[in-house]
C-alpha cells in the first residue's frame, strides 16, 4: 500500500501519465497473496500504469521472465526454485530471497531495457527513518534510491488517509502485511497468523523438499518477503 500511494503521487506529478522511461514492476515470488495481485491489477487498470510482471527463473537466459496477472505464478515456482538452487532456506542472517528473488530481477530488468545507471523508488515512511538511513547509506551499484514519501514527510496515518478515499485498496490487515510466517516476524504474529489458518497442517509449509513444497504452496500463503513492491522510475 505504501509503495502504491508513492507510485499515484508519481503518476499524479507527470498529468496523469508516467513517461516512457519510468519503469513500474512488480517482482512475482509465486507466493504472494492473492489479494495483492488484485490489489496490482487494480492500480494497473484504474491509474493507466504500465505495470511490468517479472518472475525469477532459473532456466531463463538472465534470469528472470516477463508475465502477466493470468500467467503469474501462483504455487510458488520462483521462490522453490531458488531454494533448490542454494540448496538451504533464507534466514535473518542471510536474507537472500529478497534480494535474488526482488532485487536483482529489478536490476536485470533495467539492463535489459538499455539503462547502466537509474533510480530505484521505495515506498518508505517518513515514520521509517531507520530504514531510509540504511537504505541510502549502502552502496547499490547501478542505481540510486529515492524514497519519495519519506521525503514528503508521509507518516502511516497519510498513506490509510490516502487509501481511505480510494474505491479500492489491499484487502489485508494491517498485522498481515504480504509476507504470512515469513521469519522475520514476531512469533505472536506467525501464531496469530497460523491460527487463522487452522486448516492448514505444518506439511503446508515445509520448504525442505521442492516436490512437497509445490504441492502444497497452493493451500498456503506468502511466507518470504517484505511487504513491499518495488517501483523503479529513471
Excluded at 539503462?115 to 517518513?126: A, K, N, P, Q
Aim: proline share 5%; hydrophobic share 40%; with cysteine.
Amino acid at each position: 500500500a505504501d509503495a502504491g500511494d508513492a507510485l499515484r503521487r508519481a503518476v499524479a506529478a507527470h498529468g496523469g501519465r508516467l513517461p516512457r522511461d519510468h519503469h513500474v514492476v512488480f517482482t512475482n515470488t509465486g507466493r504472494e497473496r492473492p489479494e495483492t495481485l488484485d490489489f496490482l491489477a487494480e492500480m494497473q487498470s484504474r491509474w493507466g500504469v504500465n505495470l511490468r510482471w517479472l518472475e525469477y527463473r532459473t532456466d531463463a537466459p538472465d534470469g528472470w521472465t516477463e508475465v502477466d496477472r493470468e500467467t503469474a505464478s501462483r504455487n510458488g515456482e520462483p521462490f522453490a526454485d531458488l531454494i533448490e538452487s542454494r540448496s538451504y532456506l533464507p534466514n535473518a542472517v542471510t536474507r537472500f530471497c529478497t534480494v535474488a528473488l526482488k532485487i536483482k530481477v529489478a536490476a536485470a530488468f533495467m539492463r535489459a531495457e538499455g539503462y547502466d545507471r537509474w533510480t530505484s523508488v521505495v515506498g518508505l515512511r517518513r515514520d521509517e527513518e531507520d530504514r531510509v538511513l540504511k537504505l541510502r547509506a549502502r552502496d547499490h551499484g547501478e542505481w540510486d534510491v529515492a524514497c519519495p514519501l519519506y521525503d514528503a514527510g508521509v507518516a502511516k496515518s497519510g498513506v490509510n488517509a490516502f487509501w481511505l478515499k480510494q474505491p479500492f485498496r489491499l484487502d489485508l490487515q494491517s498485522w498481515e502485511g504480504n509476507c504470512d510466517l515469513c521469519f522475520l516476524k514476531g512469533r505472536k504474529v506467525r501464531e496469530r497468523l497460523r491460527g487463522s489458518l487452522p486448516w492448514l497442517s505444518d506439511e503446508v509449509f515445509d520448504l525442505r523438499n521442492k516436490q512437497t513444497f509445490k504441492d502444497n504452496v497452493a493451500r498456503a500463503v506468502c511466507p518470504a518477503l517484505p511487504p513491499f513492491d518495488l517501483v523503479v522510475i529513471d
